[in-house]
């Protein structure tokens, strides 16, 4: 048996390996990626465009089918659609990385390479670049502007929301804290209890403001939150029942636990044995 349970540990410590391995690779891959993206579009604008023919991955065999003079012809066209739109002076943040499996044909990332969105801005607007990468050159394979414009929201709101949001996972915190040391039982299940239900939820959206999700559980501490370029900007908290719920039951606990000892006090048993004296 324990040899049994030492191969399984074994063996899960090689999976978290593995997986923090890949993680790493993935990220510095992402990195690449955005400023590859950034290095094409100001090539693109500044109208150098032998460098932004260098950045395509035409080596690859999806773009054995690419001609490069319809290919590198196409590239002023994009620029005018660029800076008509939104300038020479832009600005740049990456918004995704992803790879996408699917057993139906057509929805999968093709084998080696990664689907990038970068956020692209002027000081009012903003626009999205799609860029399917080649991940053994780092090379773009595909890439087009989202055909849509958008104002830059005013972020106050957003922010102001997010100091509401912290304090869930500060109340969850707390109310761990005081479970630790109350002498509730199978104490691992109020935990869980503190940690998975959060609920409904409450979300703010830079884009598009507040929403309410009734049956939306936030796990862990309660609360989300992402930043990775305007349109995915969003803080989100569930309702904190199951802390709150444990806090009452210490509380109550505690309230009841206090009476017994009022009414078992020295001053009361004093006062009931000298009554049982006088009688």
Not at 142 to 163: Q, S
Request: overall charge neutral; proline content about 3%; charged content about 20%.
């Amino acid at each position: 048996k324990t040899k049994n349970m030492t191969r399984k540990i074994h063996f899960f410590l090689f999976l978290i390996i593995i997986s923090l391995i890949a993680s790493c690779q993935f990220l510095n891959n992402t990195k690449e990626f955005k400023k590859t993206t950034e290095e094409f579009a100001e090539a693109l604008i500044s109208e150098d465009y032998d460098k932004c023919m260098d950045l395509f991955a035409l080596e690859h065999e999806l773009a054995q089918s690419f001609n490069e003079d319809t290919l590198r012809n196409g590239l002023p066209d994009f620029r005018k659609l660029i800076v008509d739109n939104f300038g020479s002076d832009l600005e740049y943040s990456l918004m995704s990385a992803a790879k996408t499996y699917s057993t139906v044909e057509g929805n999968a990332t093709p084998p080696n390479t990664t689907n990038v969105q970068v956020q692209f801005s002027n000081q009012k607007e903003f626009g999205v670049l799609k860029v399917l990468f080649d991940d053994t050159s780092k090379k773009i394979l595909n890439l087009n502007a989202e055909n849509k414009l958008y104002e830059i929201p005013n972020m106050i709101y957003f922010w102001l929301f997010g100091l509401i949001t912290i304090w869930i996972p500060i109340f969850n915190i707390y109310v761990i804290n005081q479970i630790r040391k109350s002498n509730l039982k199978r104490k691992w299940l109020k935990y869980i209890g503190v940690l998975f239900f959060n609920l409904p939820t409450i979300s703010y959206s830079a884009m598009s403001g507040l929403s309410f999700k009734l049956l939306n559980f936030q796990f862990m501490l309660g609360f989300s939150f992402g930043y990775m370029g305007y349109l995915s900007a969003i803080w989100a908290f569930g309702i904190p029942l199951g802390g709150m719920y444990w806090l009452w039951k210490i509380k109550t606990k505690k309230e009841n636990e206090e009476v017994v000892l009022n009414d078992f006090s020295d001053d009361n048993i004093l006062d009931d044995f000298g009554k049982r004296e006088g009688e």
